[in-house]
Every structure is written in structure tokens, then in C-alpha cells.
């Protein structure tokens, strides 16, 4: 139950658009939005700013649009190193085809139980867990009663929005996260065991 006594935290998470070379497992790769992947950006987020700051992911497909929006807007920006992408080692540059033509059963036990079958030189998902959600924790105990926008990755959003959920880490590739796509959650009361919902997913404001 969300706590009635406080002002409860908002905080909207919105994933990057499409980057130059279109859909591939980028992890690290530090490529920048595509012409296409401004205007979904720009699109989803209109002339709307409710937010009290701004937090990025400093890969260039992230934090290019935040400082754009937090210079528009006359917001704060920070860069959060933690909230970068999952890196996928060995497969990072390859689209899914290309990997699934070159390690078949390995995509699959990847997508399976990605907890155990972890792509070659890829991070752990336990290690990209951790991070995360140390990042998330953070946000909730130095800016409780704001209203955040965080730019960053779909991997970075299910982790959070599965730890909101209490789902179970080998499920995480079952939330869809879509370019440009905005999640809303709600935190009511302070610090990150306080009560939180998912208010809306995938949406545009």
C-alpha cells in the first residue's frame, strides 16, 4: 500500500530511440540516435516537462537527447554511469539473426535462463542486477518527493521495473520495453523500501 502521510516520488523512465544502425545488441557500443530515433524521442516526451531533473545513462543515445531536453527546459541533468546498458560481450554489434545463425543454442539459453547462460564476455546478469538497482535505490533516498525523468535502456528499465514488481530475475525478458516508451512509478513514502507501484508503461505523455 502507497503511504497517504508523504509526497510520493515520481519517477518517469523513458528508453533511448532508435540509434544510428538500427536494432542490434549494443550493450556498451556508445552509438548515437538516428534521425528517426530524435523525432521518437522528441515525439514521446512533446513540450511537457513536469520533471524537477533529469538522470541519464551517459551513452551518447541517452544523454544526447537529455541535455538537449534539460538545456530546452532549464532542468538539472546528472549522468548515471550505473544505469548504462547490460554489456553483451561478444555479441554487442550483431543483430539477433546474425547471432542466432552463429550460436543457435546459445541465444536460446541465453533467453531461457539468462541468470546461468550468460553470452561469451558478456556481464553477469547478477553483476548488471546489483548496479542497477544500487543506482534505483539512490534515486529514491537523495531525491524522495521529486519528480525524476530517467533516460536509459531497455535492459536498465526491466531491471527496475521487475525489482518494482518483485518478479523474478530469470523473467525479465518478458517486459517489453519499447524506443521511446515511457514508464511512470509512483514510490509513497521515503526511501527504496517504501511502497511502489507501476503506474503506466510503454506510453508516450
Same mark, same amino acid.
Given at each position: ?7 510520493? @516520488? ?11 544502425? $538500427? ?8 552509438? +548515437?540516435?538516428?534521425?528517426? $530515433? ?11 516537462? +513536469? ?15 537529455? #541535455? ?17 546498458? *547490460? ?6 554489434? #550483431? @543483430? ?36 542497477? *538497482? ?31 514488481? $518483485?518478479?523474478?530475475?530469470? @523473467? ?5 520495453? +519499447?524506443?521511446? $516508451? *515511457?514508464?511512470? *512509478? ?20
Amino acid at each position: 500500500m502507497l503511504q497517504s502521510n508523504s509526497i510520493p @516520488t515520481l519517477i518517469d523512465l523513458i528508453r533511448h530511440g532508435e540509434p544510428v544502425g $538500427g536494432r542490434r545488441y549494443r550493450g556498451h557500443l556508445d552509438d +548515437p540516435l538516428s534521425e528517426k $530515433g530524435w523525432s521518437q524521442m522528441r515525439a514521446a516526451v512533446g513540450e511537457h516537462c +513536469p520533471w524537477d531533473r533529469i538522470i541519464s545513462s551517459p551513452l551518447k543515445r541517452c544523454a544526447e537527447f537529455a #541535455y538537449e531536453l534539460s538545456q530546452r527546459q532549464g532542468r538539472p541533468l546528472q549522468l548515471e554511469e550505473r544505469l548504462k546498458e *547490460i554489456s553483451f560481450g561478444a555479441w554487442e554489434g #550483431y @543483430t539477433a539473426a546474425e547471432v542466432m545463425a552463429r550460436e543457435t543454442e546459445a541465444l536460446r539459453r541465453f533467453y531461457e535462463d539468462p541468470v546461468r547462460h550468460t553470452p561469451p564476455g558478456a556481464e553477469p546478469l547478477l553483476k548488471f542486477r546489483d548496479r542497477v *538497482i544500487a543506482a534505483w535505490e539512490e534515486l529514491l533516498s537523495r531525491h524522495s518527493g521529486e519528480h525524476l525523468l530517467v533516460v536509459a535502456h531497455a535492459g536498465a528499465m526491466r531491471m527496475v521495473i521487475r525489482h518494482v514488481l $518483485g518478479m523474478p530475475l530469470e @523473467t525479465i525478458f518478458r517486459i517489453h520495453v +519499447p524506443n521511446a $516508451g *515511457i514508464s511512470r *512509478i509512483q514510490i509513497g513514502g521515503n526511501g527504496p523500501r517504501a511502497g511502489s507501484q507501476l503506474i503506466f508503461h510503454g506510453a508516450s505523455l
